[in-house]
């Protein structure tokens, strides 16, 4: 009798050939038009799943690293809940004190370690470049959640659909950052990105210190996107169609006094918004501090909170994407 032949398990049926299949995801740079307006679609479709039913099993039988080594409480969690919402799972390292990083390991050998285990990694951590490093030795899609200063690229993409569920468009829009925008890696991130739709005004507002890095600016000019500075609202709010508000980021100053004379530069209360237009809205990453006053939240225009839940459906679909499924 000839041996049976021992079949081993089917794959689960990744599409290899999907666009962003086993991609890092490390910077907006690597988006074009199409490529948003594609991300934008499978955010929207998640929405409705998750809408419609809440949890799917597209990602069934997959796992996630998430790598966290700086402080997190949506990125980490959205993250987490895309991923269990589509049938997937996680393996949460947040408290890398307790893991072999405490012990002197590298960022290498830790990716290389989880890329042993997971079928994607998502990773924070405070230094410029490092979720590109991670990207290079995981064998496994990296998705980066946070490089220090650099970028927060999956930021980037829920601010944008968020504009663009809100405001039902992404192009002729003045978008307006205020706070610290020198350490914010988010605007840095989401100038960057709006820079592929057309009609687009970018107003900087900040103190002295805090200004738009040179390089993200020259970056910007050099796609043609009208960009002014200023250290105050007055004059630029009436015109704002997104006031995009950030945290002083008190963890990248080295000398308190100077984080203690500018954190509290700007804050946003209800008089404040009183020149502003009715159909305009108000975003921040989140956490706030005290840059955004409680007694604004009520305003229908402060779409901060709508934000956070828009970030889940931007990460269903990012991990869909690089996992073959979208
Ligand atoms: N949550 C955002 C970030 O991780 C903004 C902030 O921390 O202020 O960059």
Same mark, same amino acid.
């Given at each position: 009798m000839p041996k049976k032949s021992i079949r081993p398990f089917l794959p689960f %049926?990744? $599409? $290899?050939?999907?666009?962003?299949? %086993?991609k890092a995801i490390l910077s907006v740079k690597q988006f074009n038009r199409n490529d948003l307006e594609y991300i934008i679609g499978v955010a929207h479709e998640m929405r409705v799943m998750v809408e419609r039913v809440g949890t799917f099993d597209l990602l069934k039988g997959k796992i996630l690293a998430n790598l966290f080594y700086e402080p997190s409480t949506r990125t980490s969690s959205s993250f987490m809940a895309a991923m269990q919402r589509l049938g997937g799972a996680v393996i949460p390292i947040s408290e890398v004190r307790y893991s072999s990083v405490a012990k002197g390991e590298s960022l290498p050998d830790t990716v290389r370690t989880l890329g042993c285990y997971a079928d994607v990694i998502v990773i924070r951590h405070p230094e410029i470049g490092s979720a590109a490093l991670a990207a290079k030795h995981a064998g496994k899609p990296v998705i980066n959640a946070g490089d220090g200063a650099g970028e927060h690229p999956t930021q980037a993409l829920l601010d944008m659909f968020t504009i663009r569920e809100e405001l039902g468009r992404l192009d002729n829009l003045t978008v307006t950052m205020l706070g610290d925008?020198?350490?914010?890696r988010t605007v840095h991130s989401l100038s960057r990105l709006l820079t592929q739709f057309d009609g687009i005004k970018l107003n900087y507002v900040s103190p002295d210190i805090l200004r738009m890095p040179k390089d993200v600016m020259d970056e910007v000019a050099a796609k043609g996107v009208a960009q002014a500075q200023s250290p105050t609202l007055d004059g630029v709010l009436p015109k704002t169609d997104v006031l995009y508000v950030t945290r002083v980021q008190q963890e990248r100053f080295e000398d308190p006094a100077v984080y203690s004379k500018v954190k509290s530069a700007y804050i946003i209360t209800p008089e404040v918004m009183a020149p502003a237009k009715e159909k305009m809205i108000v975003m921040h990453p989140l956490p706030r501090v005290a840059e955004i006053s409680m007694a604004f939240d009520p305003d229908p225009r402060a779409a901060y909170f709508r934000q956070m839940e828009y970030g889940l459906y931007v990460r269903m679909a990012l991990l869909a994407m690089v996992l073959g499924k979208a």
């Open positions: %049926g990744d $599409q $290899q050939t999907a666009p962003w299949y %086993g925008l020198k350490y914010g």
